[in-house]
Nanobody, 124 residues
Framework: QLQLVESGGGLVQPGGSLRLSCVAS????????TGWFRQAPGKEREGVSC????????NYVDSVKGRFQLSRDKAKNTVYLEMNNLKPEDTGVYYC?????????????????WGKGTLVTVSS
């Protein structure tokens, strides 16, 4: 069974930066696309960014393009989400997720495994 553990969340001021990590354990992890989702209180969980199993391809929701950067370290079974120029609307619980197909990796319905989430709060 694939396990995903997020870390790196916390409180940051607007305009600041934060790096989230998703560490996976499981023999088939590198066959999955890995995505980051976030959910603010009272709102639907949305796909933020995802990366292919090879790490060669990435996708970002429009609201974070140019600010967030996703990378994958296969040797460490870790995906990193670099978040820059953070805005209050970026606040939420960020979840790491594994999906079979990169083309659907921003869809909650196609997620096979979820992490427990890490809270990111952007506030002055």
């Amino acid at each position: 069974q694939l396990q995903l553990v997020e870390s790196g969340g916390g409180l940051v001021q607007p305009g600041g930066s934060l790096r989230l990590s998703c560490v996976a354990s499981g023999p088939t992890y590198n066959y999955y696309a890995t995505g980051w989702f976030r959910q603010a209180p009272g709102k639907e969980r949305e796909g933020v960014s995802c990366i292919s199993n090879s790490g060669a391809s990435t996708n970002y929701v429009d609201s974070v393009k140019g600010r967030f950067q996703l990378s994958r370290d296969k040797a460490k079974n870790t995906v990193y989400l670099e978040m820059n120029n953070l805005k209050p609307e970026d606040t939420g619980v960020y979840y790491c997720a594994a999906s079979e197909f990169f083309s659907r990796c921003l869809s909650t319905g196609d997620v096979h495994y979820w992490g427990k989430g890490t809270l990111v709060t952007v506030s002055s």
